[in-house]
């Protein structure tokens, strides 16, 4: 038998972290973000489209990864509003930064909402191109372009340098997929690519694969956050062990094609050994990613391979309980999580069903 991939040990008390986030009202018991959620929820987020899902699922996965993350009030906070200004990625104002800063301030307080309006207002795209070229100050700075009304250039420091890598971690991570990597070919540094020529790229949703790109991104401005100035200034995100390993870009395409392959069913189905083979290749390239992992766990179920699904299935629940939002976004990641439990409590007790059918009955036990 081959040897395992690189599995994760499951960390009892981030998946009972992760647990509390599961149920979908969770954030009307965050003393701190509930009394802000109805506010938001008046201006219509719910109604918006956005990415792989609404304005408001969006706005609500970021600011859980960021509970999920231990972030501190502010930053949750920017988590939650951070795009309510309107940006030079979204045309969603919800408040208009002319006039009603003031009234957003007296609801979130100065800090928060100043890190709203800095997030809303400098070019993110720069920003994120600074910090993936390495260019953060020694005192942790970054100078980046205003957009919008407001011209010039603004300095961040490093508190709100630290922020903007995190939340922004936590924003790629939620809204992307490989409809994204087409028609922001390139990001941060977007290609001109008129619609009129590249127009298959322009059809939403696409076939949502996860992306072949950003999650090589996100690893490195976890990385950024090794910065000496700014490391101490935040809880670093779990992902990427604690950000402190990286993720090659040739090796996230390498996963990710292979990852969808078996998800097509490119591999021969009279037997699982190419898919499996395939997947255990594809978590060897990329090791950061559940879903990978869960799928693995289902097939040396089925495989009657259980101490080797109940490892898979462990790992995987470790990396949703790391990130708190699906890389894989045709089912939110809350199934996810939900369809790894079945199969960990599977493993664990050797129920796994016999007969197809009875795939449709399975329930998670108390």
């Known amino acids: 038998m081959t040897t395992l991939p690189p599995f994760h040990a499951l960390e009892p008390s981030l998946f ?43 706005l609500v996965g970021v600011a859980r990864s960021l509970a999920l993350w231990q972030q501190p009030r502010d930053v949750r906070l920017l988590g939650l509003l951070h795009s309510v200004y309107g940006n030079a990625f979204v045309d969603l104002v919800k408040f208009d930064a002319g006039s009603e800063r003031g009234w957003l301030r007296d609801l979130v307080g100065d800090t928060a909402e100043q890190l709203v309006y800095l997030f809303c207002t400098a070019s993110r795209a720069q920003f994120t191109q600074r910090a993936l070229a390495g260019e953060i100050e020694a005192d942790g700075s970054v100078t980046v372009e205003r957009i919008g009304r407001a011209q010039g250039t603004m300095r961040l420091g490093a508190y709100e340098v630290a922020a903007f890598l995190v939340v922004s971690m936590a924003d790629y991570m939620e809204q992307w997929f490989s409809w994204q990597d087409d028609i922001f070919s390139g990001f941060p540094q977007v290609a001109d690519r008129p619609q009129a020529v590249h127009w298959t790229a322009s059809l939403w949703p696409g076939p949502m694969r996860p992306s072949a790109r950003m999650v090589h991104q996100i690893s490195r401005l976890g ?63 990329n090791p950061w990613v559940g879903e990978p992992q869960m799928l693995l766990a289902q097939l040396y179920l089925s495989a009657g391979r259980r101490d080797d699904a109940r490892v898979a299935a462990e790992s995987a629940l470790q990396l949703f309980s790391q990130w708190g939002n699906a890389w894989d976004k ?24 016999a007969r197809l059918d009875k795939l449709n009955n399975l329930a998670l036990r108390a």
Not at 257 to 275: G, M
């Open 16 to 58: 009972e972290r992760a647990q509390s986030l599961l149920d979908e009202d969770w954030i009307k018991k965050d003393a701190d973000l509930a009394p802000v959620l109805p506010v938001v929820l008046g201006r219509g987020v719910g109604q918006d489209w956005h990415k792989a899902g609404t304005f408001r699922h969006h």
């Open 223 to 285: 990385e950024a956050m090794q910065h000496p100035a700014l490391r101490d200034l935040l809880p670093l995100p779990p992902v990427f062990a604690g950000c402190t390993q990286g993720l090659t870009a040739a090796d996230e395409a390498a996963a990710t094609s292979l990852y969808w392959s078996v998800i097509q069913q490119a591999q021969p189905l009279v037997q699982a050994d190419a898919a499996t083979a395939v997947l255990e290749q594809a978590v060897r390239h």
């Open 330 to 353: 045709r089912v939110q990641w809350e199934a996810w999580v939900a369809w790894t439990r079945i199969l960990l409590q599977s493993a664990t007790n050797g129920t796994w069903p």
